[in-house]
């Protein structure tokens, strides 16, 4: 059985920092792109966004560009995990943040939440002003 947990969310004031992590298990995770998404409060998953996403060897990451010089990803195979370095947090930052997975061996990843396979079930990020 996949499972892909996510932690690390909680509430934090504006221009703080906040890591999460994802966990993967239940999948050759070095065989695998991943992704973070968010989805911002009162929606459903239609309006799930994506952040960014990293190959399975780490060596290519995107970034969704009004989220990148602040938001970056990471993962370590060896312990089949996925971080997101979030900086400099404000109010509209504030959403249910997901990991999801999908198979790929090609040398590129994506941003689109359908072209993911499997999902957390997400963690809150909450921002005060």
């Known amino acids: 059985e996949v499972q892909v947990v996510e932690s690390g969310g909680g509430l934090v004031q504006a221009g703080e920092s906040l890591v999460l992590t994802c966990i993967v298990s239940?999948?050759?995770?070095?065989?695998?792109?991943m992704g973070w998404f968010r989805q911002p409060p009162g929606s459903n998953h239609t309006a799930r966004e994506g952040?960014?996403?990293?190959?399975?060897?780490?060596?290519?990451?995107d970034y969704t560009d009004s989220l990148k010089d602040r938001f970056s990803i990471s993962r370590d195979n060896a312990k089949n995990t996925l971080d997101l370095q979030m900086n400099s947090l404000n109010p509209e930052d504030t959403a249910m943040y997901y990991c999801a997975a999908v198979s790929a061996a090609a040398g590129h990843c994506m941003l689109l939440p359908g072209d993911y396979t499997y999902w957390g079930q997400g963690t809150q990020v909450t921002v005060s002003s």
């Open positions: 239940g999948l050759t995770f070095d065989g695998y792109a």
């Open positions: 952040i960014n996403c990293i190959t399975w060897s780490g060596q290519r990451t």
